[in-house]
């Protein structure tokens, strides 16, 4: 019951009440991103949702523009931006669209859809999320393989009050500003596919 409509309800009452609560917030870090990094102020880059249907997923820039690895174009400003979450709150709009859940698997890169193994690609199964339970379990710093095994896991059960559980959980990750990118890179390294 709660998969098939429920969750979509509490996803539209949700992210419209954080877009209305946080509408300060969003145009205070819009225009600090402005004046930190210039424009364009939103990153856009296409993402594996539901199914694997891509869609364009949106953010705060928290890089420079130009060449260099993510490391080099992520400066002060960026680290914190990602470490307290903020460039992450354009998704509300994703989610009102029905492209994202507020919790769910991550979304990511649509390359790395096809290196996937069966049990990892059982993540495509629902809608991507603004939180989930590998965010819950160390975020970023998680390596891809518990990463994704619990993606899959939380595909495959679902429950109204897991989700609060998990919402809160991030919340507090966040609010410590840990695991926002694994060791000795912007984010995390890129995904090659593996076999667990």
Same mark, same amino acid.
Not at 4 to 15: S, V
């Given at each position: /019951?709660? !998969?098939?409509? $429920?969750?979509?309800?509490?996803? @539209?009452?949700?992210? *419209?009440?954080? +877009?209305?609560?946080? %509408?300060?917030?969003?145009?205070?870090?819009?225009?600090?991103?402005?004046?930190?990094?210039?424009?364009?102020?939103?990153?856009?880059?296409?993402?594996?949702?539901?199914?694997?249907?891509?869609?364009?997923?949106?953010?705060?820039?928290? /890089?420079? !523009?130009?060449? $260099?690895?993510?490391?080099?174009? @992520?400066?002060?400003? *960026?680290?914190? +931006?990602r470490?307290? %979450?903020?460039d992450?709150?354009?998704?509300?709009?994703?989610?009102?669209?029905?492209?994202?859940?507020?919790?769910?698997?991550?979304?990511?890169?649509v390359?790395?859809?096809?290196?996937?193994?069966?049990?990892?690609?059982?993540?495509?199964?629902?809608?991507?999320?603004?939180?989930?339970?590998?965010?819950?379990?160390?975020?970023?710093?998680?390596p891809?393989?518990?990463?994704?095994?619990?993606?899959?896991?939380?595909?495959?059960?679902?429950?109204?009050?897991?989700?609060?559980?998990?919402?809160?959980?991030?919340?507090?990750?966040?609010?410590?500003?840990?695991?926002?990118?694994?060791?000795?890179?912007?984010?995390?390294?890129?995904?090659?596919?593996?076999?667990?």
């Open positions: /019951m709660y !998969e098939r409509g $429920g969750k979509r309800l509490l996803d @539209l009452a949700g992210a *419209g009440l954080l +877009l209305v609560l946080l %509408a300060p917030v969003l145009g205070v870090t819009a225009l600090a991103v402005r004046l930190a990094l210039g424009q364009p102020v939103l990153f856009r880059q296409e993402r594996a949702g539901r199914g694997g249907r891509s869609f364009i997923l949106l953010k705060f820039r928290s /890089m420079e !523009e130009g060449p $260099g690895s993510d490391t080099e174009r @992520l400066d002060r400003f *960026g680290r914190w +931006l470490a307290s %979450a903020l992450e709150l354009p998704q509300l709009i994703n989610v009102l669209r029905g492209e994202m859940s507020l919790v769910g698997p991550r979304p990511l890169p390359a790395y859809t096809p290196l996937f193994n069966p049990a990892q690609a059982l993540r495509l199964r629902v809608r991507p999320g603004l939180a989930g339970l590998a965010q819950a379990a160390g975020r970023n710093a998680l891809w393989g518990p990463r994704l095994a619990l993606d899959a896991r939380y595909a495959a059960r679902q429950s109204f009050g897991g989700d609060l559980g998990l919402m809160l959980r991030c919340a507090l990750l966040v609010l410590r500003g840990r695991g926002a990118s694994a060791p000795g890179h912007a984010t995390m390294p890129a995904f090659r596919g593996e076999a667990g």
